[in-house]
């Protein structure tokens, strides 16, 4: 598997990376064999998010003993700070990580969200500071929404902008 750099973060990922959904309808155990293997296969970009169900616990079982050789994102759709913040740790907790390399506020398809998450006790507030405190290393956005991933990339606060192409 090649490794490529991923946006201008300074992350090196493997070019194809693996999401949390498809393992929230396994049971822990099989899901920590598919883990090892898809990590044995040479994919090093985990993406998930903690509404996947227990993905995040699943990926800190199987990729623990691995965490300083992988990318770990994960988002929160929470808007305000103390809700995104609580969804933070939760995430850290259940990966078994003192970092997330890429926290991501989730969604954002409406100005109602990107206003709330942005404006006084937003989630950006959360995510700025758990930034300063080390708990993140880059801040990302996911949206479903053209208009609205264009508007995102164009404020330069994120370092990913996730988009789905298929």
Known sequence: MRCIPFGTTGLTVSEVGFGGIPIIRLDEDEAVTVLRRVYESGITLYDTANVYRDSEKKIGRALGDVRDKIILATKTVRRDAPRA???LENSLRMMKTDYIDIYQLHQVAQEKDWDIATGPGGAMEAFIKAKEQGKIRYIGVTSHNLAMAVKLVKTGMFSTVQFPFN
Do not use: V
Request: aromatic content about 0%.
């Open 85 to 87: 913040l609580e969804h």
